[in-house]
């Protein structure tokens, strides 16, 4: 008679008993997976990228550091809205300039019976009209002392225009009387004196504003003799 087989942990018997321990341990790693994935945690494995992408977006500046990080531009005072005011307003004191150079020879070749010396104090005085409209739209509202600037170049042409119109009456008549008769008596040309006078002192006040202004944006630095 053969003697019974031996049973070992390998046998009939052991699988059977190992079989519970398997499903009980599947149910607890279900359960731990399900605590895992409700409680928000993240996953071993991708620690390593988490940490990553939190140190990269930890890396990436904010608006705030951007704007203190960034040079502010300095401001050249050659270029801008005011640069090209103060260039337009150099622009008619020019022609007011030549206008005014002239005017004097006009006045003698006319005193000397010269008929263009009338036609040259006629040109100016039309130039002057048109100075005083260009000067009245002016916008100066980005100059420094703009409204002050404007005011008294305005009154200067406004005085000068009148002054070279009554240069112009005493003229024609001057030269329709066959240039007989006092020229400083006449009441034209007094009244060219005088508004003349008045316009010197507007121009004075004009050049003082101008002057920094010049410095500032490099323009001719004028007078008030030369206005």
């Given at each position: 008679?053969?003697?019974?087989?031996?049973h070992d942990d390998w046998g009939s018997i052991g699988p059977r008993r190992r079989t519970p321990l398997?499903?009980?341990?599947?149910?607890?790693?279900?359960?731990?997976?399900?605590?895992?994935?409700?409680?928000?945690?993240?996953?071993?494995?991708?620690?390593?990228?988490?940490?990553?992408?939190?140190?990269?977006?930890?890396?990436?500046?904010?608006?705030?550091?951007?704007?203190?990080?960034?040079?502010?531009?300095?401001?050249?005072?050659?270029?801008?809205?005011?640069?090209?005011?103060?260039?337009?307003?150099?622009?008619?004191?020019?022609?007011?300039?030549?206008?005014?150079?002239?005017?004097?020879?006009?006045?003698?070749?006319?005193?000397?019976?010269?008929?263009?010396?009338?036609?040259?104090?006629?040109?100016?005085?039309?130039?002057?009209?048109?100075?005083?409209?260009?000067?009245?739209?002016?916008?100066?509202?980005?100059?420094?002392?703009?409204?002050?600037?404007?005011?008294?170049?305005?009154?200067?042409?406004?005085?000068?225009?009148?002054?070279?119109?009554?240069?112009l009456s005493w003229a024609r008549r001057h030269l329709g009387k066959g240039c007989t008769g006092a020229?400083?008596?006449?009441?034209?040309y007094q009244r060219g004196l005088d508004r003349s006078e008045t316009a010197q002192a507007a121009k004075?006040?004009?050049?003082?504003?101008?002057?920094?202004?010049?410095?500032?944006?490099?323009?001719?630095?004028?007078?008030?003799?030369?206005?």
């Open positions: 008679m053969e003697p019974p087989a031996a398997i499903f009980v341990g599947l149910a607890l790693s279900g359960l731990a997976l399900a605590w895992w994935i409700l409680a928000g945690r993240p996953w071993p494995f991708a620690d390593g990228a988490d940490g990553d992408a939190q140190a990269r977006q930890d890396e990436v500046p904010t608006l705030a550091e951007v704007e203190e990080l960034t040079p502010v531009p300095e401001t050249d005072p050659s270029t801008g809205e005011a640069a090209r005011q103060a260039a337009k307003l150099d622009d008619l004191l020019t022609n007011s300039h030549s206008a005014r150079s002239s005017l004097s020879e006009a006045i003698a070749r006319a005193s000397k019976c010269e008929s263009d010396g009338r036609d040259t104090i006629q040109s100016i005085t039309t130039n002057r009209r048109d100075q005083l409209t260009l000067a009245r739209a002016l916008d100066v509202t980005a100059l420094p002392g703009g409204p002050a600037l404007k005011e008294a170049l305005v009154e200067a042409l406004d005085a000068s225009h009148e002054a070279d119109a009554a240069f020229i400083a008596e006449d009441r034209d004075t006040r004009f050049v003082e504003v101008w002057r920094p202004l010049a410095e500032t944006y490099d323009l001719t630095r004028w007078k008030a003799d030369d206005i």
